[in-house]
Every structure is written in structure tokens, then in C-alpha cells.
DNA sequence: TCCTACAATGGACAATGTCTAAGTCAAGCA
DNA sequence: TGCTTGACTTAGACATTGTCCATTGTAGGA
């Protein structure tokens, strides 16, 4: 994480407190936060801080490749600063929770070539959906 | 599709134009329209059909098993007339272009149950992303 | 044909995201 | 250390997507 700020020191990034704020929040264990929750989290620390600037922070650690945009849900796209390590994603149907998840073997493998229709396949996504404990028990 | 109408009607679904129409526009081929697509192509059959008339169906549709949502790209939410044939999808990164996909194999089956966290797993959606003979060639 | 419960409408409202003009400041340099 | 400047931030307007509600209309049964 200071790891982070110091790759994007180094890439040239330009160090704003604004931007070293967001990065604090995507900062840790794996989080997968909206932008309106990364922005309330900045404001705790930076009262001042824009949702204009969250955005565009955001946006620039997600071309830098520093963050990935997942979309689980079909509302808010969500910020994951897990980028680095390949994952997928298992979701609560019910509350939402997401958990990184590692499945086995290749899924890009298991689409045939007849499959492909002339694309260039270079990416896989994978969300498996079911029901998290607390709920099941609730 | 009309087996999709004669479906519906079994069911007890009172039948009024506009839903015809949505129905129709969804019939056919595999389309994945947004709502508001689903709306163009419905006004130009039944110009007074309203936004929320849409969307309302749309959402019944859902309910009712007959359509599926599908969130390939971070915007608008795609509803999915091939509910009846379990499948995936592959997105072109330029344009946005959908097909439909059979992989092989089971995604459900590769995440082992050191990976499942206590969820109950009852679903897994792949998206496979990259880019199109047309986008490819130009 | 008439009734009435269910459906459609239009518009307000909400949530999420984008854009711009004007002010501010990080970082290099004298 | 103190300028200079181009990049960054801000507030708020605007855009897109989706939801809600009060009113009006109508499908389908009696
Ligand atoms: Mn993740
Ligand atoms: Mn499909
Ligand atoms: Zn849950
Ligand atoms: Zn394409």
C-alpha cells in the first residue's frame, strides 16, 4: 500500500492529499467498495475531498491497473484494489457480501475455439452467486 | 415466442397490448437489449407505451423465469429472452457486441468447498471478454 | 354490457456517473 | 526559499438509468 503510493510515485503520478486519501481507503484486506462508499470513508479524513475527484482518482487507478472495476452487483460498479492477484468472485444474493474466491482449472480453456466466433478472447470473469451463512441462518 | 405469450397467459398473466409488444420486441433471435432499447423498438409499435410500462414488465418477466438480467457491461442492466437454455456470455470490449456461449465443463464444479466460505452455492454466470472480428479488422 | 381489480401513464424523485469553468497547489527550478 | 505553471480539485449542472405514486384506463369475468 505504501507500496502503492510508491509505484505511483514513481510512474509519475502527481501526490495530492486527495489522492493519497483514496488510496488509504483502498488500502488493506480486500475490500469492494462503491464510489460513494470510498468517497464517505475519504471524507471521514478529508472532509473537503469531491466526489468529482473520487471519481476521477478511481478512474485513473483503474487505467494505471492499480484497480479493477467489478460490477457483481447491477448497481454501483465496485472498486477492487486486489488487482494484482488473479480472482474471481462469490456474492450474497441476499446481502451482498462478496468473497475473492480462487477456483480451479482454466475457464478460458473450457471455451472451445467453435465457441469464439472469431473473437480475440483475453479475459474471463466468473461470479458465482448463492447464500452467505448469516443468511442462511436468519 | 408465441409460446412465450401462450406461457404467460397460462399462467394467469392478463394480457394487455403493451405487454404484447414487450414480448414481441423480446421474441426471436437472441437479443440482449437494455430497457430503454426494449422501449425504442416497442414505441415504434405502440407509440403511447410508456417508460415505466417497460420497465414494470420487464421486472415481471424476470419474476417469472421468461427473461433473464445480465450485467456484461458496467451500465444498463441487458435483459435476456434465452431463459430456457443455460449459457454465457462473450462481450467485445470495443463495441459491446454479445454472443451467446457453451463452454464445456463445469464452472460450479471447479470451486472446491475450502473455496466456498459456508455460502450455498446455487449459480455462477462467466463472462468472457476480448474483442471481435469486426473491431479486430479495423 | 358492466364492474372492478389490475395495469398503464406521466412525471416527480432517486441513484449513479460525467463534465466544465474557475480556483488551487505540487513540484521543478532560479 | 520562493516563483511559475500545468496539472489537480471543486461545486454544481447535467446525463443516464431506474423507481415510485396518484390518476386514468381497461381486460376479462359476472
Ligand atoms: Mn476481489
Ligand atoms: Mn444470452
Ligand atoms: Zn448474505
Ligand atoms: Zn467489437
Same mark, same amino acid.
Given at each position: $500500500? ?12 502527481? $501526490?495530492? &492529499? ?8 483502498? /488500502? ?6 462503491? @464510489? /460513494? ?6 471524507? &471521514? ?30 448497481? @454501483? ?5 486486489? &488487482? ?12 451482498? @457480501? ?10 478460458? &480453456? /473450457? ?26 441462518? @436468519?
Amino acid at each position: $500500500m505504501s507500496d502503492l503510493l510508491e509505484r505511483l510515485r514513481g510512474r509519475g503520478w502527481r $501526490m495530492t &492529499a486527495q489522492r493519497r486519501v483514496v488510496a488509504e481507503v483502498l /488500502d488493506g484486506e480486500h475490500v469492494h467498495l462503491t @464510489a /460513494d462508499e470510498v468517497h464517505a470513508r475519504a471524507v &471521514a479524513k478529508l472532509p473537503e475531498i469531491s466526489r468529482a475527484t473520487v471519481y476521477n482518482t478511481l478512474g485513473e487507478l483503474v487505467s494505471l491497473g492499480e484497480v479493477l472495476e467489478v460490477a457483481t452487483d447491477k448497481r @454501483a460498479k465496485r472498486y477492487d484494489p486486489n &488487482a494484482h492477484q488473479p480472482h474471481h468472485h462469490l456474492v450474497c444474493a441476499r446481502c451482498g @457480501a462478496i468473497r475473492d474466491v480462487h477456483p480451479t482449472g482454466n475457464p478460458l &480453456a /473450457d471455451l472451445p475455439d467453435s465457441e469464439r466466433f472469431g473473437f480475440t478472447v483475453s479475459d474471463v470473469e466468473v461470479t458465482y452467486r448463492g447464500t452467505c451463512p448469516n443468511c442462511a441462518s @436468519a
